[in-house]
């Protein structure tokens, strides 16, 4: 006999479908002992994910490894080899510190990726001589920090209204562009008004007001639904 929802063909003796779990049933066939046809106890085989973690933990350290020995033997010092080794570290805080935590808090990783990220352009600004960091760097890393925490804070304990929060980071994105303009021009002494960043901000601006304009509308959002097949 074979299954009444997908098809898939049963012993007699079979009680259950396989492979979708449907009961099966047949009024005219007698149930007698006999092999099934599938083995009963076959599963997905599970990845060893701890190894797997300390394989991609020990690549990353690897590299950075590769990269310090390689700067030690051709410049005798620390040079280049910083940057990579930063690089490296924030590569893995973002990539593959959270898969160590059976659930990893957003509100908690995003914060420390961040302060790896402000620690990591410091020691640029200090090798490099340069006093970016302070007046450019620090804020607008720090707001992006923030507004990326309070994102990931408000999609985590507030059920409803997603979209509502995701077109207001949008928008304080967009809304943030022109004071970024104007701390790169304070830092590196640029005479005039940054007018490039206002055309981010505004598209920034424009595409949270249309979000919430299609979280408000209920015919215009199964209009971009239907159009763009989502």
């Not at 009961?23 to 007698?32: I, M, V």
């Not at 940057?83 to 659930?103: D, E, N, R, T």
């Not at 304990?157 to 077109?167: E, F, N, R």
Request: glycine share 10%.
């Amino acid at each position: 006999m074979y299954c009444v929802n997908c098809g898939v063909k049963l012993a007699d003796t079979e009680s259950r479908c396989p492979l979708c779990g449907v009961r099966a049933y047949h009024p005219d066939l007698s149930r007698t002992p006999a092999d099934p046809l599938y083995p009963q106890d076959a599963g997905p085989h599970e990845v060893d994910s701890h190894g797997l973690r300390i394989a991609v933990s020990a690549a990353f350290l690897l590299a950075a490894l590769v990269c310090f020995l390689c700067d030690l033997q051709l410049s005798g010092g620390i040079s280049w080899s910083g940057y990579a080794m930063g690089g490296i570290l924030i590569a893995y805080s973002v990539f593959v510190l959270p898969g160590w935590f059976k659930a990893p808090n957003p509100v908690i990783l995003i914060p420390c990726v961040f302060l790896l990220i402000h620690g990591y352009l410091l020691y640029i600004s200090l090798i490099t001589d340069g006093a970016w960091y302070l007046s450019f760097a620090f804020p607008v890393a720090g707001f992006v920090g923030v507004l990326a925490t309070a994102v990931a804070g408000l999609l985590r304990y507030i059920s409803k209204g997603a979209v509502y929060v995701i077109a207001g980071a949008v928008i304080a994105l967009g809304a943030f562009m022109p004071l970024m303009g104007f701390l790169l021009n304070l830092t590196f002494f640029t005479p005039s008004f940054a007018f490039w960043s206002l055309y981010p901000g505004v598209s920034l601006v424009l595409a949270g007001l249309t979000l919430i304009f299609l979280a408000l509308c209920r015919p215009a959002r199964q209009a971009v639904k239907r159009n763009f097949f989502i």
